[in-house]
């Protein structure tokens, strides 16, 4: 079973709406990613936050951390045509040396 | 800075022929990681190197599959024989840092068709 597992599996919303989409994972990490995946392009890094971090900003982008619950989310406000992609969450597992991506939210903008 | 290089980006070739993927990382990246994505699903890492040694290949068919990062630069990742499941797009990454702890860079990927 996937550590990182998104929710929804794909999201539709009107230019200018908030998207967001959120990510649960089942051991403890030391850090979560998120990444943007475009049509037949390779992943983008979007944020890194890590396990004493609960929440990181990075222009339209927020994402929030509870390592509680074992999850994390993404916000992107006043969404844009070319934020249509896949999000991807990444986790890093404690103990290991690599990140574990999740199933990926499908994200369309219309305009 | 010069992104991840990976060619070719598409390949067709018939189930049990064999078939290899160049990667080249960014300057000075020491860590590079070959995934395996399949349509519709996250990326699966299938080996990762920290300069010219195996980090993790825990996932790697290595029946099948095997990799080389030759003076821990570029990589090449080789499929022989191939089944119609390796179907997919395999994604080069590096990184500055080890695996996990830094951002990774990922290039456009090749896209295998097996028919």
């Known amino acids: 079973s996937q550590q990182g597992e998104e929710d929804p599996q794909a999201l539709s919303i009107q230019e200018g709406e908030n998207a967001t989409m959120n990510c649960s994972y089942k051991?403890?990490?030391?850090?979560l990613q998120w990444y943007r995946q475009n049509s037949g392009r390779g992943l983008v890094h979007l944020i890194l936050i890590r396990s004493n971090e609960r929440e990181k900003h990075s222009g339209r982008l927020r994402v929030t951390l509870d390592t509680s619950k074992k999850s994390s989310s993404l916000l992107i406000t006043a969404s844009r045509a070319a934020d249509t992609a896949s999000y991807f969450c990444?986790?890093?597992?404690?103990?290991?040396?690599?990140?574990?991506f999740g199933q990926g939210t499908r994200l369309t903008i219309n305009p | 800075e010069a992104g991840v290089a990976q060619s070719p980006r598409y390949k067709i070739i018939e189930k049990r022929q064999s078939v290899a993927f160049w990667c080249n990382p960014i300057?000075?990246?020491?860590?590079l990681y070959w995934y395996q994505q399949i349509l519709g699903q996250g990326p699966k890492l299938l080996i990762q190197f920290q300069n010219n040694g195996v980090v993790d290949d825990s996932q790697l068919p290595k029946d099948r599959f095997s990799a080389e990062r030759l003076k821990g630069v570029d990589s090449t990742l080789k499929i022989q024989p191939a089944k119609l499941e390796d179907s997919a797009v395999y994604l080069c990454?590096?990184?500055?840092?080890?695996?996990?702890?830094?951002?990774?860079?990922f290039g456009d990927g090749t896209r295998l068709s097996i028919l």
């Open positions: 990454a590096s990184s500055s840092g080890t695996g996990g702890n830094q951002p990774q860079h």
């Open positions: 300057s000075g990246h020491a860590t």
């Open positions: 051991t403890s990490i030391n850090n």
């Open positions: 990444a986790t890093r597992i404690q103990g290991a040396q690599k990140l574990v």
